[in-house]
C-alpha cells in the first residue's frame, strides 16, 4: 500500500507526531528515523523515496490521503499495515 502526496507536509507532520508519540513510550528516535519510520508507514522504502516521488508529482494523490478521511474498511486496512510496519521496525 503506498499513499500519494502532492507535498512532504503531510509525511513531515506524520513523523513530527511519530517522535512524539513514541517518546511517550520511552523510544527516543532521531527525527530523521521517524521520517524513515513514517515512509515506510505510508509505503515507500525511505523518506528519500518519498521525497523523490512526490518531487516528480507524476501521479495524482491519493484522494483519501489523510486516514481520518477513509471509509472504515479502508482506515483499518491502513491501520493494519501501518501497526505492521512499526512494529517490525521497534523489533
Not at 55 to 61: D, V
Not at 64 to 79: A, I, T, Y
Request: glycine share 2%; net charge positive.
Amino acid at each position: 500500500m503506498r499513499i500519494i502526496f502532492n507535498s512532504l507536509s503531510l509525511p513531515k507532520k506524520a513523523a513530527k507526531r511519530l517522535k512524539k508519540t513514541l517518546q511517550y513510550d520511552e523510544i527516543f528516535l532521531s527525527l530523521a528515523k521517524c521520517q524513515e519510520l513514517a515512509s515506510m508507514m505510508l509505503g515507500y522504502d525511505s523518506w528519500h523515496e518519498l521525497n523523490k516521488s512526490t518531487e516528480k508529482a507524476k501521479n495524482k494523490p491519493s484522494p483519501d490521503k489523510l486516514d481520518e478521511d477513509c471509509d472504515f474498511f479502508e482506515q483499518s486496512k491502513r491501520l493494519d499495515f501501518q501497526k505492521k510496519v512499526l512494529a517490525e521496525y521497534l523489533n
